[in-house]
């Protein structure tokens, strides 16, 4: 399974939507009304799937999934 | 005070969502109080509890939004949308800086925060959802309804134990009274049947343990009782002045017409025995309402089913009506679905609103050994007749909290 493709079932699990309604360059909050809490929760899920060590507000809702990716796909890297 | 008008009424009941079914039920004392099988309630003193079926039929709540919010969010919503339809009010075209939302609540959503406490201990801090700082306080539905709608104008939530509907209501009308809304929606809502709710009704010692026979355990006014069955549910009223809702061409389905409010000032649990002060808030509500007391009706009653709460209410009642209280109706539809806690001030009154439309006085269930010190015309099994024109509705709670609503009728 890609990076990208494990990111959205996240998305996908906290959201109940489909891989198809997520704008990759688009604010999370603009394409998807993602609120704070929702972002939280992502957040979290993302740390599980993915084993980061980051805080719970990390991610932002302002940032688009293209970038979350980006910034998975580095801690990965190193 | 200046009356207020009653337009539109939703009701989520273990008797019924729908308003018909509820009047059909509540007025043919149809007991709604059954066997909790939701979970594994068998160690429970008192297991039988009146819950509401089909809230998924009549929600338009998305499974995304259902998953940050608790079930007592939920049917609060439902009961919103209901009553904005039946109020015939097209919120798109309202100033909703003038709309607020008056909403009583005892407990708060404990599905969900016991849910997310069992995970926290079973998987630590990370196990709990960031959706359980806004799913599970008490003035949670107040802003899940202000959301929903948008609604941007002076609000409040009102946490009174099993006055909080009532008073949520009656403050709302004091709201409308003072101009500070032009409309809102009032009422309460409740979430009890899961395991810890559950668990903290039963350790307040006034639920019935007539496990057995679910729809004969709530007795209010009967010699044998011996609690509370304990319910789930939400109302929720639109309240709007009376100039206002005529110039619409609302429905007027009642109006709220006075207010009274006391505290007994003696136990954490229990009223005080001589329901003086309860007296005292009748007596306040029927002069806030220019009433005399052989101008009322009938009496929607608290019901508690304790005997000191029996007792007490129809000594108070009897202290502030003097001898023409024994020529009146005083009922406890809530006999026939179970105490709905902080909710029940809402239900009972549409169940009063709902009398005086039928002309009809619905009845207090289970009585039959009469109790030598509840000596009034409780209604007993059997709906009775009875043309309506101004009715009381009584909530008291824990703390000694005693609250009475004086009501008119509409169309």
Not at chain 2, 114 to 119: F, G, I, V
Not at chain 2, 271 to 292: F, K, Q, V
Not at chain 2, 374 to 401: F, H, T
């Amino acid at each position: 399974m890609s990076l990208e493709v494990k990111v959205k079932e996240v998305f996908k699990d906290v959201l109940d939507i489909g891989p198809d309604e997520i704008k990759e360059n688009e604010k999370l909050d603009v394409c998807l009304g993602i609120d704070s809490t929702e972002m939280v929760e992502i957040t979290v899920g993302l740390k599980k799937a993915f084993n980061l060590d980051i805080p719970n507000n990390g991610f932002k809702k302002t940032q688009t999934f293209n970038e979350i990716v980006e910034f998975i796909r580095s801690k990965e890297a190193q | 005070m200046k009356r207020i008008a009653i337009t539109g009424m939703g009701i989520v009941s273990p008797s019924g969502i729908d308003e018909r079914k509820f009047w059909a039920n509540i007025s043919h004392g149809r007991s709604a109080v059954k066997k909790i099988e939701r979970f594994d309630a068998s160690k429970y003193p008192s297991r039988i509890a009146g819950q509401v079926h089909e809230l998924d039929a009549y929600s338009n709540v998305s499974s995304r939004l259902l998953k940050k919010i608790d079930v007592f969010s939920h049917m609060a919503l439902v009961a919103s949308q209901i009553a904005i339809q039946d109020a015939k009010i097209d919120m798109e075209k309202e100033n909703l800086k003038r709309a607020g939302i008056f909403a009583g609540n005892a407990i708060g959503g404990w599905l969900y925060a016991e849910t997310e406490l069992r995970d926290m201990y079973l998987e630590g801090r990370e196990g709990v959802s960031p959706f359980m700082a806004s799913a599970w306080f008490p003035a949670a539905p107040q802003g899940q309804i202000s959301i929903n709608y948008k609604i941007k104008g002076y609000s409040k939530t009102i946490v009174s134990d099993r006055a909080s509907a009532l008073m949520a209501i009656a403050y709302g009308a004091k709201n409308l009274n003072d101009g500070k809304n032009d409309f809102i929606l009032a009422g309460g809502m409740e979430a009890p049947v899961s395991p810890y709710g559950l668990l903290c009704c039963n350790t307040s010692g006034v639920l019935t343990q007539r496990n057995d026979t679910p729809e004969t355990a709530y007795r209010p006014f009967d010699k044998t009782r011996d609690g509370m069955a304990v319910a789930e549910g939400a109302g929720i009223l639109i309240l709007e002045t009376e100039e206002r809702a005529k110039k619409r061409g609302a429905p007027i389905n009642g109006y709220i017409i006075g207010y009274g409010t006391t505290t007994d000032g003696v136990d954490r649990i229990e009223p005080a025995e001589d329901g003086a002060e309860l007296s005292r808030a009748i007596t306040m509500a029927l002069a806030d309402a220019g009433l005399e007391p052989n101008q009322i009706d009938y009496i929607c009653a608290d019901g508690a089913g304790t005997q000191i709460g029996d007792i007490s209410e129809t000594r108070g009642i009897k202290k502030a009506l003097g001898a023409y209280a024994k020529k009146i109706p005083v009922s406890a539809p809530k006999s026939v679905f179970g105490n709905m806690l902080g909710a029940c001030g809402a239900v009972d009154v549409a169940a009063t609103i709902l009398a005086m439309e039928h002309s009809m006085v619905p009845p207090t269930i289970n009585l039959n050994t009469p109790d030598p010190d509840c000596d009034l015309d409780y209604c007993p099994n059997k709906a009775q007749s009875k043309e309506i024109k101004n009715a009381l509705v009584i909530n008291r709670g824990r703390g000694g909290i005693n609250s009475v609503l004086a009501l008119q009728r509409g169309r």
